[in-house]
Nanobody
């Protein structure tokens, strides 16, 4: 059974870059059956899909975050990562990594438990 675990700093200052990593166990991230996503939930708001990295390293990002977001993989560690530049307090949220079906990137089959990120002004 695949498990995902987010890691990264809990507190980031405005204008800095946020780096988060998702470690995947129980399955390989190089499979072509799944894609790997980042999702976040700001306080009091709904879930926001941020982006996905699919088989072959293909990436797609939310249009509203595209200019500040990058997702990459480290296959040697079976990890994928999120980079979010120029953060502001509006980026404060619980950040989740998720595994999605390759043919339906919004159909999540597994989630991490989430990690709280607070951006200070």
């Amino acid at each position: 059974q695949v498990q995902l675990q987010e890691s990264g700093p809990g507190l980031v200052k405005s204008s800095q870059t946020l780096y988060l990593t998702c470690t995947v166990s129980g399955g390989s991230i190089t499979t072509n059956y799944y894609a790997w996503s980042w999702i976040r939930q700001p306080p009091g708001k709904g879930l926001e899909w941020m982006g996905v990295i699919a088989y072959g390293g293909i990436t797609y990002y939310s249009p509203s975050l595209k200019s500040r977001t990058s997702i990459s993989t480290d296959t040697s560690k079976n990890q994928f990562s999120l980079q979010l530049t120029s953060v502001t307090p509006e980026d404060t949220a619980v950040y989740y990594c998720g595994r999605a079906a390759a043919g339906s990137w919004l159909h999540f089959t597994s989630w991490g438990q989430g990690t709280q990120v607070t951006v200070s002004s």
